[in-house]
């Protein structure tokens, strides 16, 4: 391209603008908005653009004392001279394709130069405000963490307007929290006094654009003359509304509709949030694991929760850690803070199964369970006292801040059902509970892809006997527990079927370390040796031989249904016991698929699978078409991916669990990263939190080798991803590009790998 | 073959075999040397062979009522017959390529058959007794594990021998102890009197089976004829002396000595052992994790057995777990005795570079601080009474057992001498004190391959030096504390790199997590505290935050050379500084190499080279002809495997960790594996234990994958395996085949790296 053609008028004051290709391609930003506007005839102030290295190669010219290049750009600004023949006062704006707050404000009333070498000399006011705009780009560059690549920076534009008469007016093209189409006012102003005209304008911008668009006009006697405008990040729910509006009027078609809209927004619509936090300063910030915001009473023990729950307030259960004994009392609180742990610890994971904001692992925090207070920093909150928690972000607030509750409308509905016609991923969720997967259902979960049947001991009875059969050493009371429990289970097995009506539900086997469910604590301990008639002492003993150093890579998994053959067995009854239940009051058939946690080799499966199926066989349910069973593996061991030959030979289907699967391949305990994984992102030493987006070139590529061994050894496995990642936009395209059948998220991540995997082709 | 070709006679009673090709092949077991001896030409009774498939022939001819090939067996017994024409009585014997508990014994004394229908019919006293002889080949078949092939059973041969005249007398080819040639007793029994013709035999035999062998001979009239023979296993000393006697006359080439001696019995010389544990039990097994056995008093704590130690008592240090507090008092110790922990817990690591026999996770023992006693399953013991424990298989025996001291005579240097001829893999050694090292340099290692710098720290002034340097919030006391921490470590280095004169040493960087070193237990915290000045709340407060739940997977390696780049800056000033003062009183140069644990990404290694290379430059070193410096990384992490192209372009040299590679691959901590490892080994789930043998099919494909993509990116790029793994001759054989440049193990196993790898193509 010559450089004479790198200054060019994008809306000149008379005619047509006649841009070439290339120039069309130069245009970003405001450059793109004011030639759209002006071809399409809306009245339009002249403007002119000039790219930096024509800028450079004008200042190269002038040390030269050379003229040829500086015929062109007068040329180009007499572009801006309307029918009167006077030459107008200047305007000099930077036209970047992403706003950013070190690019130079507005340079208006420049006055036209006086002389040609005056168009081009940096001391005069209109080169001069040539320069500063150019050098603006050039310090914001630094800002992204990378510096621009040069022929980025070649390409840079910076535009030269005529100054328009009349009065400058600001609006967006759609209200920011509605949607709804027409002028309305610009966040913290009123809605100026705007002409009908103006409709015109909006329209047309909505359409080219597909934003919410902030514009700026000039108004002079009833007539608009438009300047300039840029992209607003609008809400979550207004640019949902927006979509839909826009499919509505026919500017859209659906799938555009589908393609348009931010997943990663969605997520913001299903929890209530802070309404703003200006003028409050969090007291501590930690790791926001499960999204939405919480305002409530201090509780420090779940029965306080629960008393507190019962009376109809909104509590904060603020503890140092949680286990299975809180599980009452985080389902009784509003929002859960926690002193200790991270994504994947049991606060996490149950607060997000649960839909309550969650925030974990705040350093700061100290409870004292004797004097009944907790300290965040320096200030002492005693019971009965207020906080409020963001689990989006992490922050934690001393006092109540108003909340907004989740308001999406139709338009989240409508968005969605039209993303499932282009998407052929399922997508199932992770629940166990009736309750949850009613809340998954409404969100449009098409079977449950993780039952983590552990959750099913959590209740103060069941885990006594649990309890009594792990550590009885009388083989009646054993057994009569081990027959409690498949009762237990059997009811809420049945019922799980049921709600899900046909689609499939995957039950994993147990797969936390045995000492998890074992009692904590002077009284439990005492409890439980009465109840099992065992000597403190002895049970004492036992309890600290279970114990374990690292629980994440000890006595869990597959490797519980080895060594207790009685607790698989248990499973098993319930399970197929549930399954007959079901098919006896449902029209559809029952799709149970049974899954080993933790494998490393093939020989583990076979174990479990061997008598598996000889307890299907025995249950007569075999040939049953009323229940239709499939067993599989989770995959989330990095042996397990590169053996995953061996071992789809003897599976339906593979199940990668992303959170297990990062931990092994980094080397990385999810509840103790908290300590250096801040200092891990402030030093950049991440791309990426592998935790919440698939770290592709490691764990990726486990996955990858996995699939491609797992489908030559058995072409018709199924193949399912049910970790964290499951949940990420990012990660659920990788995922898509590798071909698996079906992701699971928790509920209320479901709309949000809805609609990614629309936009994604698998 | 044809069938008859399956009934031939080895040792005819008169002229020679003329054995087919084929024939020859089928020699197994005793009818190999039978064959042998006699056509050297001495004096051999009669004996034929036949293979099952024959026999099997044979008995179906017989149910047709046909004789085709029962002629020609009756001719091949004919040949038993000596040349006085009168059938002699009848020996039967099995032929077994491996001798084993099931099969049939010799029956002798079976008359001759009196007709050829006779010979093959099962009811009578010849047919019967070969018939017995294959049955019992099937019943033992099992015994192994796996069905034998069908064409190893057809192949099997069952021999008929003349009955010999005389007085039988067995005796070994050479001493079982001292591996001296010459007719010696079989164990239990007096050596019998034999004539010297006997020497012939022995000098015979011990020539064409090159092993330790069991003669059975019958001595008439100071005239021997050669029964039957079968090699035996000698003591590990036995063997070698003879490998290295053999050379000696001749028989064997000093490459054959070398190729035939077993590596893993080596290990076996290098500790002492219990003399016979006959007419003991165990009261209790754990895992044997550092080998040897040793007897002494119990001992309670690190002072009891310092105590006893400086009374010149031995004692074996009884404990629950042992903690860097622990070492003086295990080094004081004979023995340790733990009831947690595995193979790579702190009580393994420590006993096996100490060389002190180590027993750990015995599940049954239990020990009482207060009382000053343990339970070991239903005994219990108090301090100063007499514990035996053997290491090499972790028994643990009530009372003294008599011990051998190693014995290796010249003979075992006399071998791995010869094998450095043929050995292309460097055999460095896991040490990081003088002692160590002087221990590994006499048993030939070629330089430390791994000096885990954290064990620097274990003394007490250090402890405490280390501790204010990571609690304190005081700058000066911070930097005085680093100051006194360098000082320190800079005797050790430049004592270690003297000790290595001009030998590679490698020092890994600071590893375990942080809280490993801090103060535990009442007593320590408050003096802790009062040392550093700070309240004990606020420091308890400190440590448990610093406490992690899965420490294997938490806050170590490269994520604290990155978080507390204060401890990398202290522990390369002492290297750089340990160097220059070793260079300066040593004629070699001093070859050093810094190495980064448990990383996995590039970036990471990036930030700490970047560090490393800045401390390099400003110490001076950097242009030094005398003190030559390399970096290179751990590779001990799936993600690292991965990524090694990223990784290798950022050094001189790899590492391998089998530990924590094999940990994370199979997601097992070795520490808690003992609860459901015996369950796993006792249902056949692994077919080796991986923390022994390399894994070959998972984490040693991880391997591979990373030295190709390593090599591919670097192609000067050292490539080094330093995990427990690298003293094991199957995994050396293997990480031979990978083109590893030197592998790394404890002193103790360095002669079994160095014969393993002479016998091993690389």
Same mark, same amino acid.
Not at 438 to 447: C, P, V
Not at 498 to 518: C, K, Y
Not at 710 to 736: H, M, Q, T, W, Y
């Given at each position: 391209?010559?450089?004479?053609?790198?200054?060019?008028?994008?809306?000149?004051?008379?005619?047509?603008?006649?841009?070439?290709?290339?120039?069309?391609?130069?245009?970003?930003?405001?450059?793109?908005?004011?030639?759209?506007?002006?071809?399409?005839?809306?009245?339009?102030?002249?403007?002119?653009?000039?790219?930096?290295?024509?800028?450079?190669?004008?200042?190269?010219?002038?040390?030269?004392?050379?003229?040829?290049?500086?015929?062109?750009?007068?040329?180009?600004?007499?572009?801006?001279?309307?029918?009167?023949?006077?030459?107008?006062?200047?305007?000099?704006?930077?036209?970047?394709?992403?706003?950013?707050?070190?690019?130079?404000?507005?340079?208006?009333?420049?006055?036209?130069?006086?002389?040609?070498?005056?168009?081009?000399?940096?001391?005069?006011?209109?080169?001069?405000?040539?320069?500063?705009?150019?050098?603006?780009?050039?310090?914001?560059?630094?800002?992204?963490?990378?510096?621009?690549?040069?022929?980025?920076?070649?390409?840079?534009?910076?535009?030269?307007?005529?100054?328009?008469?009349?009065?400058?007016?600001?609006?967006?093209?759609?209200?920011?929290?509605?949607?709804?189409?027409?002028?309305?006012?610009?966040?913290?102003?009123?809605?100026?006094?705007?002409?009908?005209?103006?409709?015109?304008?909006?329209?047309?911008?909505?359409?080219?654009?597909?934003?919410?668009?902030?514009?700026?006009?000039?108004?002079?006697?009833?007539?608009?003359?438009?300047?300039?405008?840029?992209?607003?990040?609008?809400?979550?729910?207004?640019?949902?509304?927006?979509?839909?509006?826009?499919?509505?009027?026919?500017?859209?078609?659906?799938?555009?509709?589908?393609?348009?809209?931010?997943?990663?927004?969605?997520?913001?619509?299903?929890?209530?949030?802070?309404?703003?936090?200006?003028?409050?300063?969090?007291?501590?910030?930690?790791?926001?694991?499960?999204?939405?915001?919480?305002?409530?009473?201090?509780?420090?023990?779940?029965?306080?929760?629960?008393?507190?729950?019962?009376?109809?307030?909104?509590?904060?259960?603020?503890?140092?850690?949680?286990?299975?004994?809180?599980?009452?009392?985080?389902?009784?609180?509003?929002?859960?803070?926690?002193?200790?742990?991270?994504?994947?610890?049991?606060?996490? $994971?149950?607060?997000?199964?649960?839909?309550?904001?969650? $925030?974990?692992?705040?350093?700061?925090?100290? $409870?004292?369970?004797?004097?009944?207070?907790?300290?965040?920093?320096?200030?002492?909150?005693?019971?009965?006292?207020?906080?409020?928690?963001?689990?989006?972000?992490?922050?934690?607030?001393?006092?109540?801040?108003?909340?907004?509750?989740?308001?999406?409308?139709?338009?989240?509905?409508?968005?969605?059902?039209?993303?499932?016609?282009?998407?052929?991923?399922?997508?199932?969720?992770?629940?166990?509970?009736?309750?949850?997967?009613?809340?998954?259902?409404?969100?449009?979960?098409?079977?449950?892809?993780?039952?983590?049947?552990?959750?099913?001991?959590?209740?103060?009875?069941?885990?006594?006997?649990?309890?009594?059969?792990?550590?009885?050493?009388?083989?009646?009371?054993?057994?009569?527990?081990?027959?409690?429990?498949?009762?237990?289970?059997?009811?809420?097995?049945?019922?799980?079927?049921?709600?899900?009506?046909?689609?499939?539900?995957?039950?994993?086997?147990?797969?936390?370390?045995?000492?998890?469910?074992?009692?904590?604590?002077?009284?439990?301990?005492?409890?439980?040796?009465?109840?099992?008639?065992?000597?403190?002492?002895?049970?004492?003993?036992?309890?600290?031989?279970?114990?374990?150093?690292?629980?994440?890579?000890?006595?869990?998994?597959?490797?519980?249904?080895?060594?207790?053959?009685?607790?698989?067995?248990?499973?098993?009854?319930?399970?197929?016991?549930?399954?007959?239940?079901?098919?006896?009051?449902?029209?559809?058939?029952?799709?149970?698929?049974?899954?080993?946690?933790?494998?490393?080799?093939?020989?583990?499966?076979?174990?479990?699978?061997?008598?598996?199926?000889?307890?299907?066989?025995?249950?007569?349910?075999?040939?049953?078409?009323?229940?239709?069973?499939?067993?599989?593996?989770?995959?989330?061991?990095?042996?397990?991916?590169?053996?995953?030959?061996?071992?789809?030979?003897?599976?339906?289907?593979?199940?990668?669990?992303?959170?297990?699967?990062?931990?092994?391949?980094?080397?990385?305990?999810?509840?103790?990263?908290?300590?250096?994984?801040?200092?891990?992102?402030?030093?950049?030493?991440?791309?990426?939190?592998?935790?919440?987006?698939?770290?592709?070139?490691? $764990?990726?590529?486990?996955?990858?080798?996995?699939?491609?061994?797992?489908?030559?050894?058995?072409?018709?496995?199924?193949?399912?991803?049910?970790?964290?990642?499951?949940?990420?936009?990012?990660?659920?395209?990788?995922?898509?590009?590798?071909?698996?059948?079906?992701?699971?998220?928790?509920?209320?991540?479901?709309?949000?790998?809805?609609?990614?995997?629309?936009?994604?082709?698998?």
């Amino acid at each position: 391209m010559s450089l004479a053609q790198e200054m060019f008028a994008i809306a000149p004051a008379t005619g047509k603008a006649n841009l070439s290709a290339t120039q069309l391609k130069l245009l970003a930003g405001k450059s793109r908005w004011i030639y759209r506007v002006g071809e399409a005839g809306f009245p339009t102030v002249p403007t002119v653009a000039i790219t930096r290295t024509a800028w450079e190669a004008l200042q190269a010219e002038r040390v030269r004392k050379d003229n040829k290049l500086r015929v062109h750009w007068v040329a180009c600004l007499v572009r801006l001279v309307g029918p009167s023949g006077k030459p107008p006062a200047l305007v000099v704006r930077t036209s970047a394709s992403v706003h950013n707050g070190g690019l130079m404000p507005a340079k208006t009333a420049i006055p036209a130069p006086t002389s040609e070498a005056d168009s081009v000399d940096p001391t005069r006011p209109l080169a001069r405000a040539i320069k500063n705009a150019f050098d603006s780009y050039g310090v914001s560059g630094g800002h992204w963490g990378r510096p621009r690549s040069d022929e980025e920076r070649a390409r840079q534009i910076v535009l030269v307007q005529a100054e328009a008469d009349g009065e400058a007016e600001r609006f967006l093209t759609r209200n920011a929290q509605t949607g709804v189409l027409g002028p309305a006012a610009v966040n913290g102003s009123a809605l100026p006094k705007l002409p009908e005209s103006i409709d015109a304008l909006v329209k047309l911008l909505d359409a080219k654009a597909g934003r919410h668009m902030e514009c700026l006009v000039a108004v002079k006697r009833g007539q608009v003359e438009f300047l300039s405008a840029r992209p607003i990040r609008a809400s979550a729910a207004g640019e949902l509304e927006a979509a839909v509006d826009r499919v509505k009027s026919k500017v859209w078609t659906k799938q555009t509709a589908v393609s348009r809209v931010d997943p990663g927004r969605l997520a913001l619509l299903l929890h209530p949030s802070l309404k703003s936090s200006e003028g409050s300063t969090p007291i501590a910030t930690g790791l926001g694991v499960a999204p939405g915001a919480a305002s409530g009473l201090v509780a420090f023990t779940p029965e306080d929760a629960a008393r507190l729950r019962a009376r109809g307030k909104h509590c904060i259960l603020v503890v140092t850690e949680t286990g299975p004994a809180d599980i009452e009392g985080m389902k009784a609180a509003t929002g859960i803070l926690t002193a200790r742990g991270g994504m994947t610890s049991h606060a996490g $994971v149950i607060a997000r199964i649960t839909g309550k904001p969650c $925030v974990a692992g705040v350093r700061t925090l100290t $409870v004292d369970l004797v004097e009944m207070s907790c300290r965040i920093g320096d200030r002492e909150f005693h019971a009965g006292d207020r906080l409020t928690i963001d689990g989006s972000d992490g922050c934690v607030y001393a006092g109540t801040l108003a909340l907004a509750q989740p308001h999406i409308g139709g338009a989240m509905g409508k968005v969605l059902g039209w993303s499932d016609a282009s998407r052929k991923v399922s997508v199932r969720t992770n629940v166990e509970t009736v309750e949850s997967a009613k809340t998954a259902l409404s969100f449009g979960a098409e079977g449950i892809g993780l039952a983590r049947s552990e959750h099913m001991f959590f209740s103060p009875e069941r885990m006594l006997a649990l309890r009594r059969m792990i550590l009885s050493e009388d083989e009646d009371d054993r057994s009569r527990a081990i027959a409690g429990l498949v009762d237990f289970q059997t009811g809420d097995y049945s019922a799980l079927f049921s709600t899900m009506a046909g689609l499939p539900v995957n039950v994993r086997l147990f797969d936390p370390p045995l000492h998890e469910f074992l009692p904590r604590g002077e009284e439990e301990i005492d409890d439980t040796a009465a109840s099992l008639g065992l000597a403190v002492r002895a049970l004492r003993l036992r309890l600290e031989r279970l114990a374990e150093i690292n629980p994440m890579l000890g006595h869990r998994g597959v490797r519980l249904a080895i060594t207790y053959p009685e607790i698989l067995q248990m499973q098993m009854q319930a399970v197929f016991a549930g399954a007959r239940a079901a098919s006896e009051t449902q029209a559809e058939p029952v799709l149970v698929e049974v899954m080993v946690p933790f494998v490393s080799t093939a020989t583990e499966v076979a174990f479990v699978r061997e008598r598996v199926d000889a307890m299907l066989a025995n249950s007569g349910l075999l040939h049953s078409d009323r229940v239709k069973f499939s067993f599989g593996t989770m995959i989330e061991l990095p042996r397990a991916c590169l053996r995953a030959g061996d071992i789809a030979q003897m599976v339906d289907f593979f199940s990668f669990g992303t959170n297990d699967l990062t931990q092994t391949t980094f080397g990385i305990s999810r509840d103790d990263a908290p300590t250096f994984l801040a200092a891990y992102q402030r030093k950049g030493i991440y791309d990426n939190d592998p935790f919440v987006s698939v770290d592709e070139k490691g $764990v990726g590529e486990l996955i990858a080798i996995a699939i491609e061994r797992g489908r030559a050894a058995n072409p018709n496995l199924k193949i399912g991803i049910c970790g964290e990642n499951a949940g990420d936009p990012v990660s659920l395209r990788f995922f898509a590009g590798l071909g698996v059948d079906y992701v699971s998220c928790s509920p209320y991540r479901v709309p949000v790998a809805r609609l990614t995997l629309a936009q994604t082709r698998g």
